[in-house]
């Protein structure tokens, strides 16, 4: 079993709607959970962070996370075609080892 | 300053070269880090150092070989590389090692083995 799995994609949305990406983690004692954005050929760029249950919101992105169902999301509201890239959600193992999820890319449709 | 750089940008080598990659950051902190990264694949963890020291080796082949001179700089000595090594390579700094610290990653090192 993959330490961290994601939605396989590619994900297409229109220009201003709602793009949802899941993340589930197999390591129950994790406690730090990220998710990273990847333009094509650049490096990944950390856009959110979140280490308690509940919602986490900063500007369009809010991130999820339930520990009971090992599950982490991440919501773009009013998504631009700028948001089209690969998100990777990244998780702290009990060895402090950061492991990143296979990425799942969005596309926004202008 | 809050950036990770990496020189150099873009690599081609034989594979009975030897050659280096640097990262350098000024942010203090004192876990740095090499990943690996395939097209379409996501960053793999290759050697972490903390406070200078090495930490974590993944099992990564000897033709690699970290070091870690000072708190501020990283390097990634290559020998004898395959093909399947071309990749992106990539360093990470955080404050420390441990639960939520969160990576920054440098602009990474394209490689390509010939």
């Known amino acids: 079993q993959k330490e961290v799995e994601q939605n396989s994609g590619p994900l297409s949305v229109p220009e201003g709607a709602i793009a949802s990406l899941n993340c589930t983690y197999s390591?129950?004692?994790?406690?730090?959970f990220f998710w990273y954005r990847q333009y094509s050929g650049k490096s990944p760029e950390l856009i959110m962070s979140?280490?308690?249950?509940g919602d986490k919101e900063d500007g369009r992105f809010t991130a999820q996370l339930n520990k009971a169902s090992q599950y982490v999301s991440l919501l773009i509201r009013d998504s631009q075609p700028s948001d089209s890239a690969t998100y990777l959600c990244?998780?702290?193992?009990?060895?402090?080892?950061?492991?990143f999820g296979a990425g799942t890319t969005v596309t926004v449709r202008a | 300053d809050t950036e990770v750089t990496q020189t150099p940008k873009h690599l081609v080598m034989g594979m009975t070269n030897k050659k280096s990659l640097k990262c350098e950051q000024h942010?203090?902190?004192?876990?740095m880090y090499w990943y690996k990264q395939k097209a379409k694949k996501p960053p793999e963890l290759m050697f972490v150092?903390?406070?200078?020291?090495?930490?974590i080796n993944e099992s990564v082949p000897s033709r690699f070989s970290p070091e870690c001179p000072n708190s501020s700089l990283l390097n990634l000595h290559l020998h004898a590389l395959q093909p399947e090594d071309s990749a992106l390579y990539l360093c990470?700094?955080?404050?420390?090692?441990?639960?939520?610290?969160?990576?920054?990653f440098g602009s990474g090192t394209r490689l390509t083995v010939v």
């Open positions: 990244a998780v702290t193992s009990n060895d402090y080892k950061l492991s």
């Open positions: 990470a700094s955080s404050p420390y090692t441990g639960q939520g610290q969160p990576y920054t």
């Open positions: 942010m203090g902190h004192r876990a």
């Open positions: 390591d129950r004692v994790s406690q730090s």
């Open positions: 150092y903390s406070y200078e020291k090495l930490s």
């Open positions: 979140i280490y308690s249950n």
